[in-house]
């Protein structure tokens, strides 16, 4: 092994650690039993919160993927579909109807555009302003137009 594969190797790692971190703390803010839009929210606070204690960690997440190999960049697109079915699981535990196999990594990929804009520019402290919107944005394709309507976007 090169050294350069032992720096991928490196950053792999460090990369899904940080995604274990996030993921963990997702799974345990949706713990509770609640209803979709709730779950929604509990796990956009839990995520945007950590990301906006930890900026390098924010930076690590979401915009180093687009800088970085082709290795990395395949690591994070994993993980958005891992997020996806977790979102598909937690919809479908609400009887919400499923939609297309590709939509939720999709939407997650939308949130994570959102994430790194605000990081790319020193916003990451900001992040948990993002919450109302991305709820909203993520619930879109699971709920009727009048529930939507219902959820505010402060």
């Known amino acids: 092994m090169t050294s350069a594969d032992r720096g991928i190797e490196a950053s792999l790692a460090a990369y899904d650690r940080g995604q274990e971190r996030l993921r963990d703390a997702i799974l345990i803010a949706c713990e509770a039993d609640a209803e979709l839009p709730a779950k929604v929210e509990a796990a956009l606070r839990a995520a945007l919160s950590l990301l906006a204690s930890d900026p390098d960690l924010a930076h690590l997440l979401t915009v180093w993927p687009d800088r970085a190999d082709t290795q990395l960049w395949q690591r994070r697109s994993e993980w958005q579909r891992r997020y996806g079915e977790l979102l598909r699981a937690a919809a479908a535990d609400a009887g919400a109807p499923a939609p ?3 939509l939720e990594p999709a939407l997650i990929g939308g949130v ?5 804009s605000y990081v790319r520019v020193g916003r990451a402290k900001q992040l948990e302003r993002l919450v109302p919107v991305a709820r909203w944005y993520l619930l879109s394709s699971y709920m009727s137009a009048e529930d939507m309507a219902r959820l505010a976007i402060a």
Request: no cysteine.
């Open 100 to 102: 297309p196999f590709f």
């Open 112 to 116: 994570i555009f959102v994430v790194a």
